[in-house]
């Protein structure tokens, strides 16, 4: 089955810093997310991204599906920004249950 | 609704006993989706539906998890018997059709003693 990997793994960031998430799937896919799970557990939808760049706020997304990677861009990181961020993208069984990738864990320090 | 809605937040069972987690999907959605969250970073795709109809159910335990949506009702998602591995958190989602956005519940803790 498709296979879905993040990186980093984790990342320690000063407050206001700028970052650069990937997620990297093994094959073609015609869908991806990026979620964002707070401490509390929470999964907060970031973006619904295809294909293209998307922006809300102070994050944006890029998918190149042909190159089969997404990047998640966080500028100016605050501290509400901890948590762990995963990307999903559904399986190549077409049955639209999504494969999760490995997270990334970001720490934001004060 | 606008939002998924998942009942109840945080469920405590002996091993042995039953759990019943419930998911509203948003109003109009005709898929749900049912993911199990291990480990903190592991997820788990278990089952889902197009409206009342078993769309897919090959992440299903069979022997103790079971799982129905039925019209006019929440969706549900049964545990017979618990075990200790059982304990993680449920997430529900739904979508308006397949293979578009889906929407996340904000998850069931289920914690087995």
């Known amino acids: 089955g498709i296979q879905v990997e993040q990186s980093p793994p984790d990342l320690i960031l000063q407050e206001g810093a700028n970052s650069t998430l990937r997620c990297n799937f093994s094959d073609s896919v015609n869908n991806l997310q990026w979620f964002h799970q707070n401490p509390w557990g929470q999964l907060i939808n970031l973006f619904y991204?295809?294909?293209g760049t998307k922006q809300n706020g102070r994050l944006s997304a890029t998918t190149v599906a042909t190159e089969r990677y997404s990047l998640l861009y966080i500028s100016s990181s605050q501290t509400t920004d901890s948590g762990v961020y995963f990307c999903?993208?559904?399986?190549?069984?077409?049955?639209?249950?999504?494969?999760f990738g490995t997270g990334t864990r970001l720490k934001v320090l004060a | 609704g606008e939002e998924v809605a998942q009942t109840p937040k945080h469920l405590v069972r002996g091993e042995g006993q039953k759990a019943k987690l419930y998911c509203a999907p948003i109003k109009g959605h005709s898929y749900v989706f049912w993911y199990q969250q291990v480990l903190k970073n592991e997820f788990k795709f278990l089952i889902s539906?197009?409206?009342?109809?078993?769309?897919?159910e090959t992440g299903m335990p069979k022997e103790r998890f079971s799982a129905k949506c039925l019209p006019n009702s929440p969706c549900s998602l049964e545990i017979q018997a618990t075990k200790l591995e059982d304990s993680a958190v449920y997430f529900c989602a739904s979508s308006p059709d397949g293979g578009v956005e889906q929407f996340f519940g904000p998850g069931t803790r289920l914690t087995v003693l």
């Open positions: 539906f197009q409206n009342e109809n078993v769309f897919d």
């Open positions: 991204i295809p294909s």
């Open positions: 999903a993208v559904p399986s190549t069984s077409g049955t639209y249950k999504y494969i």
